[in-house]
């Protein structure tokens, strides 16, 4: 598992990584091939506008062109040597609507697109037309594409002697924007299954984590309960060979003294069976909590009872502040009682020598906070991570120097949550732990 977890990650993820270039590169493709399209249709649209605007039409006679000039009584021969320019034949709304007809003859709708006749001499440079003031033509503004045409009139047409070297200028502004929006639904679902994909491979690599994790835990739950079955076994093993030494017979204080010790390890052992069952049960959520209205502090000394015996075998010492004004809670007096002993025990399990625990109440606000500090060994920020997950234990060297099976905290913490309390733990390695209770009070 150690050697495939690592394949197995750098294979998906070196395809995601594919996956996403090649995405790319297919945008980029389809984009290049979405504007290429979209030139083509310009380049192909021009010439039919530039065609009806250099058909030959009746001429329109500016106004008082008409008779101004005694030298010219006929109109036609004054506007043929004069060569009437296109902006002279053509309003700019009739000009703005050729471009539009000639765009959505070749597929370009809606397309917003600024315009201007200019002369010659000046394509290239920046101009603005003096009649159609649309647009700024800036040569260098990448964004906005230029297009250009010159305007010819049609070979054997009565116009050809039209004002010569007009160009007209047509820009689409944000041309590329508007190839990018044509592109949203491709580029949407791509990004959309991109996500879906990533996703599935972060669930997929924190699923085998998980496993992983669970795999590691279930190997260091075997371990622990075999170690903890193990030890009275044994020592119920020894006992019964003893019990059936002759001299041990005929002595009653002997026999006495082997059955208590069987008994004692009998006990032991069915009190491990029941905590693993009870985690079994936390896991179903199928718990009762039985919560009533008590006072804490008299859970917590009865606690306090239980763990004497302890105390007095590591010679340790412990200092109790009930100083909580206001100590009645919504409580299960097994559970409350047993979650104040577990973390106790915890206290003992992992002390070294001159083991001190202080144990204070407190009210803050409208909650009861209970606090057990201990001068123990304390825990890294990874074990603190990690302390009220189940099965889990901290290590200390050996891994069976501390007995248990790592259920303790785990069921501390969800009896705080079924008592809508919380609970808050720290630590650092040397200086002890402390762990914090707050509790809403009742009514």
């Given at each position: 598992m150690k050697k495939i977890f690592p394949i197995i990650t750098g294979l998906v993820?070196?395809?995601?990584?594919?996956?996403?270039?090649?995405?790319?590169?297919w945008i980029k493709s389809a984009k290049d091939?979405?504007?290429?399209?979209?030139?083509?249709?310009?380049?192909?649209?021009?010439?039919?506008?530039?065609?009806?605007?250099?058909?030959?039409?009746?001429?329109?006679?500016?106004?008082?062109?008409?008779g101004s000039n005694p030298l010219f009584s006929n109109d036609r021969l004054h506007y043929e040597?004069?060569?009437?320019?296109?902006?002279?034949?053509?309003?700019?709304?009739?000009?703005?609507?050729?471009v539009r007809r000639a765009f959505e003859k070749h597929n370009l709708r809606n397309i917003n697109f600024e315009f201007a006749i200019t002369p010659v001499g000046v394509v290239g440079e920046e101009v603005v037309s003096e009649k159609f003031m649309s647009f700024y033509i800036d040569s260098v503004n990448n964004r906005n594409k230029r297009h250009i045409i010159l305007l010819e009139p049609q070979s054997g047409s009565n116009l050809e002697n039209l004002s010569q070297g007009e160009y007209m200028v047509v820009i689409v502004p944000y041309q590329s924007n508007i190839i990018w929006k044509s592109m949203r639904w491709f580029i949407g679902g791509a990004i959309i299954?991109?996500?879906?994909?990533?996703?599935?491979?972060?669930?997929?690599?924190?699923?085998?984590?998980?496993?992983?994790?669970?795999?590691?835990?279930?190997?260091?739950?075997?371990?622990?309960?075999?170690?903890?079955?193990?030890?009275?076994?044994?020592?119920?093993?020894?006992?019964?060979?003893?019990?059936?030494?002759?001299?041990?017979?005929?002595?009653?204080?002997?026999?006495?003294?082997?059955t208590a010790i069987i008994k004692e390890e009998n006990k032991r052992m069915n009190k491990q069976v029941e905590t693993i069952l009870k985690a079994a049960l936390l896991d179903k959520q199928e718990v009762e909590v039985n919560l009533k209205q008590t006072h804490a502090h008299e859970l917590i000394e009865s606690a306090l009872h239980n763990i004497m015996l302890q105390l007095k075998e590591k010679e340790g010492s412990i200092d109790v502040k009930l100083d909580a004004a206001k100590d009645e809670i919504m409580a299960d007096e097994v559970h409350f009682t047993n979650l104040v002993?577990?973390?106790?025990?915890?206290?003992?399990?992992?002390?070294?020598?001159?083991?001190?625990?202080?144990?204070?109440?407190?009210?803050t606000g409208n909650q009861l906070r209970i606090r057990i500090e201990?001068?123990?060994?304390?825990?890294?920020?990874?074990?603190?991570?990690?302390?009220?997950?189940?099965?889990?234990?901290?290590?200390?060297?050996?891994?069976?120097?501390?007995?248990?099976?790592?259920?303790?905290?785990?069921?501390?913490?969800?009896?705080?949550?079924?008592?809508?309390?919380?609970?808050?733990?720290?630590?650092?390695?040397?200086?002890?732990?402390?762990?914090?209770?707050?509790?809403p009070l009742a009514g």
């Open positions: 993820f070196l395809s995601l990584i594919g996956l996403i270039f090649f995405q790319f590169l091939a979405k504007e290429q399209q979209f030139e083509d249709n310009i380049n192909n649209s021009l010439p039919d506008a530039a065609n009806e605007l250099t058909a030959e039409r009746t001429l329109l006679i500016p106004p008082g062109a008409k040597l004069f060569r009437p320019s296109v902006t002279q034949r053509f309003s700019k709304t009739e000009i703005r609507d050729i299954f991109t996500a879906i994909i990533t996703t599935a491979f972060f669930l997929t690599i924190r699923t085998l984590l998980k496993q992983k994790k669970l795999s590691e835990i279930k190997s260091d739950f075997i371990n622990n309960m075999t170690h903890e079955f193990k030890t009275p076994l044994a020592t119920i093993s020894l006992a019964v060979d003893a019990l059936r030494n002759e001299k041990v017979i005929s002595d009653r204080e002997k026999t006495n003294y082997f002993n577990n973390l106790l025990d915890n206290a003992v399990k992992y002390s070294k020598e001159n083991l001190h625990i202080k144990l204070t109440t407190g009210n201990d001068n123990g060994i304390g825990m890294n920020k990874e074990t603190l991570n990690r302390i009220f997950e189940k099965f889990y234990r901290a290590h200390t060297g050996n891994i069976h120097n501390v007995k248990g099976f790592g259920l303790g905290l785990s069921y501390v913490k969800t009896m705080v949550e079924a008592h809508k309390g919380s609970i808050k733990a720290e630590s650092a390695p040397g200086r002890g732990s402390s762990f914090t209770i707050t509790m």
